[in-house]
DNA sequence: TATATTGCTTCGTTAGGCTAAGTATAGCTT
DNA sequence: AAGCTATACTTAGCCTAACGAAGCAATATA
């Protein structure tokens, strides 16, 4: 590969495809393994993060889709018995989306598609090439939200802690 | 943010994320513009980059899905004008998938998600930058595909080539 | 009390994906 | 030449995910 900035760009894109590419395969198969689909392992995964109780409004905010298609996915996880549905004592409009034992249990079957694989390779990385892989990633991230399109309104550290990684 | 590897671990895990909710969102809003869905979108970008035509068989094989997927895809892209399929001379099993003007028309309005806004500001970057960056796109792909998964199986330079970007 | 507004669900539709089964062509084997 | 077998696609039928519109119930506000 030739060092000109034009190959550069070029090659970027293609390591990024790569990497959007191996996460979307790798989810469809980690979700199967834990008899869930990707976008319903979404929802689990988001409850937990919220201390295992959250409400459709909120997860349909921080997924990016609409509340219909959150009540669908719901009816789903609840049917698998991974979770219930509590209405709420303080504003009896809102239901809250309980976690259970069951659902736990899937999660930890399969925690998470990005992580699973990521984490494991990560922190086998020698010092300072985890801190320029750092410094890229959130560079890149800072470049794609910019540009006055309004991405990721609820995707903080809140979403993954250090507690629900494997190893 | 503390420098301590645990956090590395947790932040770039949080830009990756970024980086794919960036992408998945922006992807739908472009192919929207351009009266295409996101998946049919990429079926014109491969048959583009491989020239103008191409197989189901090579689509499926490239986009990771089964040839049935690719059948409906075409079929959608060929009501809308944008392809043809026409029989392979050499093998009359083959179907050849070949691009319209209109296809190409569509493809200008729309050439790519990820390319549209990250070749900008890309390119906007100091050399080492753009050096470093791309060196930890690369580890990263090679982290995720690697492991034993097959993902991206034809993935190469010929996707993108320079004369499809913009600028 | 009457009228929004909010939170969620239901309904109907569209898209993308799959597997299984079918059709047509190509390539062997005998 | 006849008869498998493999390849390339399509068809049919199903599932999941997503949406918007419309509905209902509870809260907030006038």
Redesign the pocket.
Known sequence: MTDQPHDRTDASLIALRRILRATELYARDL?QAAG???????VLQIVAARGGST????L?TQ??????????????VVARGMAV?ER?D???????VVITEAGRGALQEAPDALQQRYVRAFEKLADWEQAQILASLERIAAMLDAEGFDASPVLTTGEIKAGDRPG
Chains 1, 2 share one sequence.
């Open positions: 979700a869930l689909t990707p976008a319903q392992l979404r409400t459709p409004k909120a349909a997924m990016g889709v609409s509340q219909a298609t959150v009540t669908a996915l719901v009816d789903k549905r709420s303080q504003d009896r409009r809102q239901t809250n």
